[in-house]
């Protein structure tokens, strides 16, 4: 009599564990894609070595990027940062200003070492549709010192999903 009774213990925990489990893994999908407040499923900013990228955001109703960028290392005067789409060859300093899918953004006062800073980038002209897909790289271009000679370099390469 007495196994019978474990027997159903043991029945009854199972049926739960599968049925949180399942609850679980629904939770997991369901933040990742964006439905519960995590970050829609594809958008991410990957920094190159000694660069910051966080917070991508790009929005269906502006077809702004809006992304926190920041540098380690040396202090620069000045910076302009552009997105340029997947598929754009970026020959020299023509990217800047070439609408490219990207306009430059002067990010006042340069970028200070280890301080990242919020910059917008206008990506799309019309406005983006919710749901499509942008990819691409930042690039930066910089100047250690007024005046000085201007550095070109890739920042990071990003991923989109307007929303």
Known sequence: MKNFKLQSAMEYLMTYGWAILIIAVVMV???????????????????????????????????????????????????????????????GTLFLGQGNGGTANVVSGGLSAGQPQSVTISVTNPSAKVGSSYSGQLWIQYQTVSGGTPYYTELATITLKAG
Do not use: M, R, Y
């Open 29 to 91: 999908a369901l933040f990742a894609l964006g439905i519960l407040g995590g970050n829609p499923l594809g958008t991410q900013c990957l920094p190159q070595p000694g660069f910051e990228c966080t917070n991508p955001v790009l929005s269906a109703v502006s077809g702004n990027l809006i992304v926190e960028v920041g540098q380690i290392g040396q202090t620069w005067v000045s910076s302009n940062i552009a997105f340029v789409p997947q598929g754009t060859s970026v020959v």
